[in-house]
């Protein structure tokens, strides 16, 4: 079912809205409105990414990847919202040093929007996360694993 004009622009605003409190620090008004987004556009990836994002930053990973995961199978699941999704999976993955996961997840979220900006996003945090690793572990990963592309 297609929105509205007005619908679309009162859900880009609790959109806009959530991601400026997530940025000024209030995860709590960040989560009401997620949540929110969720409820009113269950298909839409929107709030189902914003709470991924903030399980990210409160350190609870697995919910975030679950967050992200949902992502990828909604309706109106996007190449760009779906490449973010497949970023953030990367990002709370490694956190438990799953390489071969973590560079499968940006590579493929480098190929759904390769020149849009969560392509750049995801090569960004592969050069990201290869460096912390060069920097952290003694052993590297293969160097097919951690190309830039």
Same mark, same amino acid.
Request: hydrophobic share 40%; net charge neutral; charged share 25%.
């Given at each position: 079912? /297609? @929105? $509205?004009?007005? %619908?679309?622009?009162?859900?880009?605003?609790?959109?806009?809205?959530?991601? &400026? !409190?997530?940025?000024? +620090?209030?995860?709590?008004?960040?989560?009401?409105?997620?949540? /929110? @987004? $969720?409820?009113? %556009?269950?298909?839409?990836?929107?709030?189902?990414?914003?709470?991924?994002? &903030? !399980?990210?930053?409160? +350190?609870?990973?697995?919910?975030?990847?679950?967050?992200?995961? /949902?992502?990828?199978?909604?309706?109106?699941?996007?190449?760009?919202?779906?490449?973010?999704?497949?970023?953030?999976?990367?990002?709370?993955?490694?956190?438990?040093?799953?390489?071969?996961?973590?560079?499968?997840?940006?590579?493929?979220?480098?190929?759904?929007?390769?020149?849009?900006?969560?392509?750049?996003?995801?090569?960004?945090?592969?050069?990201?996360?290869?460096?912390?690793?060069?920097?952290?572990?003694?052993?590297?990963?293969?160097?097919?694993?951690?190309?830039?592309?």
């Amino acid at each position: 079912m /297609a @929105l $509205r004009e007005d %619908s679309f622009r009162r859900l880009r605003f609790l959109a806009e809205s959530g991601r &400026l !409190a997530v940025a000024f +620090g209030r995860h709590d008004k960040a989560h009401a409105i997620f949540e /929110a @987004l $969720r409820s009113i %556009s269950p298909q839409s990836p929107v709030g189902h990414d914003g709470l991924s994002e &903030l !399980a990210f930053l409160d +350190g609870d990973f697995e919910s975030s990847i679950a967050l992200a995961k /949902a992502c990828l199978t909604l309706e109106q699941a996007t190449p760009c919202s779906s490449a973010m999704a497949l970023t953030r999976i990367a990002c709370a993955t490694a956190t438990n040093g799953e390489r071969r996961d973590v560079i499968e997840s940006l590579d493929r979220a480098i190929k759904m929007d390769p020149a849009g900006p969560a392509g750049e996003h995801a090569r960004l945090w592969k050069r990201v996360i290869r460096d912390m690793w060069t920097r952290t572990c003694s052993t590297q990963p293969e160097s097919s694993e951690v190309s830039t592309q």
